[in-house]
């Protein structure tokens, strides 16, 4: 941030979701005529990731002290009040009011504007041109949550399941596309339950052979976090056999003990987990996957946390995301026996261990290996399986975006490094 000046920033935290409501609410705010301003786009996932707005809040009062402070996303949802009293705050949004560009210029009265997202039904798709500073674009599909996992807030803040139109989908990926973009993420909260609320009830793998078969000039789909047990029979081919589709998958596991999964309210069992990747990567030998895993949740013990460490092996995870149990208020979990809190980061951190270990192993094993690579900026890009790749040229005189053929020349512990093919 630059203290004065007259600039419209977003600061985003959370999920892919949130990346691509960050460029709508841009887009929607810029054309109200919102000028000097910082909208800071909130994640509730955890206790830390509140903690996290709230600093970042306050930093950009200090930093920009003209600017008009918007406080929008999960967090601000849930909690206004908490946000509106912060003397840093000049406005509060809603998780639905923030993609209305007049909600950031008209008056109010007081400062929120955060009306009851679990009336709200039904689903408008935006038509975003492109993403500031990216060469990867995010395309909402899906929007809320109808299942009640018991640690999760994230149903009270996004909402009940609602999707956006297949023809919507397509008509937005093929703008991208037309604007250069080569790789395409499809976003939501709950993107396996695509469909369900739409009158045909499409299901996600029949939007994805579509719009595939609708837009043959996109090079690259990528799709966010899914539901291990909820993959349906028309995905499942797509991902074996489709090769735009990339082969990286991030599943939401949470835990790999089946009494603890139970009290979770989680839709899968060990067994079902262990038996996908096996199965997938089995079609599809190149297949990496990666999960969310949460360390330390109530009731948990030692052996049921081994459980956990043993699912990184038995499902061959590649890529972690690995939180300590946060309490969330109003949520089921929260009113369980708790796992202390040095103990959830002791074995947040073991995860964390044996994950860097499961990616050192991959990154190793895909030197002398040819790849393609979508830059991101000069020389350096990812893999179709989402690994880290820098070229062994001065950025300079490396290409500054599009895909291009690398041969991978050696692996640091985060990154492959990578020579453009001749």
Known sequence: MKRGTNELEVINFGCRLNAYEAQVMRDQARRAGLGDAVIINTCAVTGEAVRQARQAIRKARRQRPGA?????????????????????????????EKLRGENFVAPLDGKILVDDIMSVRQLAGHLVPGFDGRTRAFVQVQQGCDHRCTFCIIPFARGPSRSVAIADIVRQIQI?????????????????????????????????????AEVPELKRLRLSSLDAVEIDPDLEQLLLHEERLMPHLHLSLQSGDDLILKRMARRHDRAQAVELCQRLRAGRPDMVFGADLIAGFPTETEAQFQNSLALIDDCGLTYLHVFPYSERPGTPAARMPQVPGPERRRRAALLREKGTASLNGFLAGQVGADLRMLLERPGVGRSEQFALIELDQPAATAPANGIVDVRIVAATPDRLIGQLAV
């Open 176 to 212: 991208l596309v037309d604007n250069g973009y080569g790789e395409v993420v499809l976003t939501g909260v709950d993107i396996t339950a695509y469909g369900n609320d739409l009158p045909d009830r499409p299901t996600l793998g029949r939007l994805l052979r579509r719009l595939l």
């Open 68 to 96: 008009e402070i918007v406080v929008t996303g999960c967090a601000a949802q849930l909690e206004p009040e908490t946000f509106a009293a912060m003397a840093e705050v000049d406005r509060v949004l809603g998780n639905r």
